[in-house]
C-alpha cells in the first residue's frame, strides 16, 4: 500500500468517524424522538450521500454504478447483494426511497443505532427463533406492504478481499416464500474501503444486474447468486488491476 494512502487513511478515519458519532447522536437521534420516519430516512439519505462525499475527497475513493436502470421504482423486490466494506450500505440507501433490512434483534438493543432502525422500520429478525419460516413470511409481507427494496447479503457478513465463504440459501427461501423478484449485485469496494485501519485510493463500483427469472429451483438460483455476487465481484476486481489479490479459483 502506497504511503499516501495511509495518510489519506488517518485523515478519512478521522472525518468519517467523527462525522459520524456528531451527525448521527447530535442529528438523525433527536430527529427519532420528535419527528416521522420520512424525516429521519431523509437525514440518513444526507449521511450517505455525505458519507460518499468523504471517501471520494479525503480518501480518494471515486464511485461508480452500473445498471440502475434495473432497479424498480415503483414494486418491492430482494437486492442480493455482495458485501465487502462499509461503503456497501452507503451506496445502497441512496438507491430509492423504502430501502430496508433485515436486522438481528440485538441491534435494536443498542444505543443510538438501535432507536435510528426503530424509526426506519428495519425489520428485526430472531435467528434463532424456533418459527424462523413463519418469520420470514411475515418479512416477506411487511416489504409487500411498504413497497420496499430489501437487502440480503447473501455471504451473510462483510468478505474482505481474497477471502471467501460459502453463500447461504436464506436469499433463495425469501424468494419461494413471498415470490418477490430477485435482483443482484457485484462490487469491488472492499478493494478500496476495506475491513481494515488502512484504506486504498480508487475506483469503487457498484454494478446492478438485471432481476433474475422465475421459477428456478434452488441449485440454479443459487449458482446464478455465486456468479453475480462472488465471480462477477472478482472480475470487477481484476478490471480495477488487483486480481493478485484474488482467492484461487474454485476446482469446478
Known amino acids: 500500500m502506497r ?22 447522536g447530535l442529528v438523525i437521534l433527536p430527529v427519532c424522538f420528535i419527528g416521522n420516519e420520512k424525516a429521519v430516512r431523509g437525514l440518513v439519505d444526507f449521511y450517505c450521500r455525505t458519507s460518499r462525499g468523504i ?18 421504482q415503483d414494486h418491492s ?9 462499509n461503503l456497501d450500505p452507503i451506496m445502497t440507501f441512496p438507491l ?39 418469520d420470514m413470511q411475515r418479512v416477506g409481507e411487511q416489504v409487500k406492504k411498504g413497497n420496499n427494496l430489501l437487502i ?18 436464506g436469499v433463495y427461501h425469501m424468494h419461494a416464500d ?3 423478484p430477485v435482483i ?3 462490487t469491488n469496494t472492499g478493494l478500496f474501503w476495506t475491513k481494515g485501519f488502512l484504506h ?22 443459487m449458482k446464478k447468486i455465486e456468479e453475480h455476487v462472488v465471480d462477477r465481484s472478482h472480475e470487477l476486481m481484476a478490471e480495477a488491476g488487483y486480481a493478485n489479490l484474488l482467492p484461487p479459483p474454485k476446482n469446478k
Open 184 to 186: 443482484t449485485v457485484s
Open 3 to 24: 504511503i499516501i494512502d495511509g495518510i489519506r487513511s488517518i485523515l478519512f478515519n478521522i472525518v468519517f468517524y467523527g462525522f459520524s458519532i456528531l451527525f448521527l
Open 200 to 221: 486504498r485510493s480508487g475506483h469503487a463500483v457498484f454494478e446492478v444486474h438485471p432481476p433474475l427469472e422465475l421459477g428456478l429451483g434452488k441449485d440454479a438460483f
Open 152 to 169: 440480503i447479503y447473501p455471504q451473510g457478513t462483510r468478505v474482505p478481499v481474497g477471502k471467501s465463504k460459502r453463500l447461504k440459501s
Open 96 to 134: 430509492r426511497s423504502g430501502v430496508t433490512a433485515l436486522a438481528k434483534r440485538e441491534l435494536f438493543a443498542t444505543p443510538i443505532v438501535g432507536q435510528i432502525l426503530k424509526k426506519m422500520g428495519i425489520i428485526r429478525i430472531d435467528r434463532q427463533a424456533k418459527n424462523a419460516h413463519k
Open 55 to 72: 471517501a471520494k475527497w479525503v480518501m480518494g475513493i471515486s464511485y461508480e454504478y452500473r445498471g440502475l436502470e434495473n432497479i424498480p
Open 178 to 180: 413471498t415470490q418477490l
Open 77 to 85: 423486490f430482494i437486492l442480493a447483494a455482495a458485501h465487502q466494506s
